[in-house]
């Protein structure tokens, strides 16, 4: 039999600092855990998935709460997720894909026309505006670059 690929599927960090919420409460159990399953179970992750939520959202223009600080908070507890293992979690095979806290709603509303589209959309039709990365993927895209 061949090697078993292994993959550690984590979502909904929601990092954010703010006085009231102490997220080491369960970030640093989450740590110790994933140790622990280590050493218990042999756990080793090939790949690291994050699906959504990385962030807490653009709430307001200082610092703390801007989308770009949420995100040094979150690449800072990912990273810690990938070394925890004796075997680290490459950072080639951490994929994060972007859920609805992960994105400016100013920028956002910019381009309404998306959703509408994709409602009526084919999957061929997403796959082509994708494998072209013209104007259209490129305006569709920009609204995930803050």
Not at 19 to 47: G, I, T
Not at 75 to 90: A, G, M, Q, Y
Request: with cysteine; aromatic share 10%; glycine share 4%.
């Amino acid at each position: 039999m061949g090697k078993l690929i292994t993959w550690l599927h984590l979502s909904d960090l929601h990092a954010w600092q703010r006085s009231n919420w102490d997220s080491n409460l369960v970030l640093e159990p989450l740590l110790l855990d994933l140790k622990r399953m280590e050493s218990d179970h042999q756990l080793q992750p090939d790949f690291l998935f994050f699906t959504g939520d990385v962030a807490f959202g653009q709430m307001a223009d200082k610092d703390g709460d801007r989308l770009k600080d949420q995100y040094v908070l979150a690449r800072t507890f990912l990273s810690r997720v990938c070394t925890i293992f004796k075997n680290e979690i490459p950072s080639t095979r951490v994929f994060i894909v972007p859920g609805n806290h992960d994105v400016n709603r100013k920028e956002a509303e910019a381009f309404p026309q998306l959703a509408p589209w994709l409602e009526e959309a084919k999957i061929d039709e997403v796959f082509a505006m994708m494998g072209t990365a013209g104007s259209p993927w490129k305006a569709h895209m920009k609204r995930l670059s803050r």
